[in-house]
């Protein structure tokens, strides 16, 4: 059976020549208007519910956008012009944490000055920014003004800035009297934003019922979150769980891994520990390199077990280990 490719005569449809006579202006403005719909751009369509975010108030505006940082809020300024005249003061205390930050540090050409730092902090925060409120209390907290640095964390905690959480958690923790329970509250709040350092604060709390009742099984729950999220001390924690069986089903392989995850981050304990391990599995110039490196950090009980290696290896091979110690650089890690 021959398929066709092409309709022929019989088919009845025809191509007809366009007419010779004038059309009548009827036919041109028709013409016309349908040449104009292809040519243009289709309208922008509106959201399915009708929303217009260019009528945002600008105090909801800014609090959803008060722990933005920079290139994000200048991602939001790009919205629409309300969005734009809206976030201005908390533009302007990007600039002011900047300033804050180079008095802090000394950077930038300027000696560090903590009353400047402080100052520009402050004027960041009023601006509405949870990064400045985080940053001068922290110098308040430094100068042993307690009371100061709460209320700045509560103002960024209750933004929803995960810092000002942490902060304010650990906070009604050494404060005086304690406040646990309200502690554990913000420590939560910030570990389900991801915030490593409390995800391992809370394992903390969890572990030794702080505030909250004893859960081994969360605080190790918790305690392999944060070391999943590049926190050294809860990676040493999650290889104790995993290694004695607390909170998570015992496993050397797993104990292993977070051991040496933690010592290739500079935790002095885990490269104790870790070069114990190698000692043991006969890995002898591994092992001093990470008994030196503990042993640098103050872990004054890998000196003798690495002199006990030294005196077996060669001159060479001692000589080889030192220099791997020296050259040795940590991994980054969130500390």
């Given amino acids: 059976m021959k398929q066709k490719t092409w309709p022929d005569r019989s088919d009845g449809v025809r191509f007809t020549a366009f007419p010779l006579s004038k059309p009548n202006e009827n036919e041109d403005k028709i013409r016309l ?15 399915a519910d009708g929303t217009d975010f260019s009528a945002l108030p600008f105090d909801i505006l800014t609090k959803i956008a008060a722990s933005f940082n920079f290139p994000n809020l200048l991602a939001a300024s790009l919205v629409c012009r309300s969005w734009r005249d809206g976030l201005r003061p908390l533009r302007e205390a990007m600039v002011l944490l900047r300033y804050g930050k180079r008095f802090k540090h000394g950077r930038g050409g300027v000696r560090r000055n903590l009353d ?25 907290w430094e100068r042993g003004l307690k009371e100061e640095a709460i209320v700045l964390y509560q103002k960024a905690a209750v933004l929803g800035d995960p810092a000002g959480q942490c902060n304010l958690g650990i906070s ?6 304690q406040n646990q329970k309200e502690a554990v509250k913000w420590l939560y709040q910030a570990s389900i934003g991801g915030h490593v350092r409390a995800q391992y604060q809370l394992a903390l709390c969890l572990h030794q019922g702080l505030g909250v009742h004893r859960n081994l099984h969360e605080a190790a729950k918790w305690y392999l979150r944060a070391a999943e999220g590049g926190y050294v001390r809860a990676m040493y924690n999650a290889s104790l769980c995993y290694s004695s069986g607390v909170g998570l089903s015992q496993s050397r392989r797993h104990a292993r891994k977070w051991m040496r995850r933690a010592a290739d ?5 885990a490269q104790f520990e870790h070069g114990l391990a190698l000692f043991s599995e006969g890995e002898m110039m591994k092992a001093v390199v990470y008994l030196e490196l503990a042993t640098r950090s103050g872990e ?18 001692r000589e080889r280990a030192l220099l791997l110690a020296d050259n040795w650089r940590a991994l980054p890690s969130s500390r």
Avoid: E, W
């Fill in 116 to 140: 400047k730092a402080l100052d520009s902090f402050l004027k960041g925060a009023a601006c509405g920014s949870t990064l400045a409120m985080i940053d001068a209390g922290l110098i308040y």
């Fill in 300 to 317: 004054t009980a890998a000196t003798h077990v690495k002199n006990v290696i030294l005196q077996q290896l060669s001159a060479t091979a």
């Fill in 172 to 177: 009604y923790l050494h404060a005086q009297p």
């Fill in 265 to 269: 981050r500079g935790h002095s304990k």
């Fill in 33 to 47: 208007s349908r040449r104009s719909k292809i040519g243009s751009k289709p309208p922008l369509p509106s959201p």
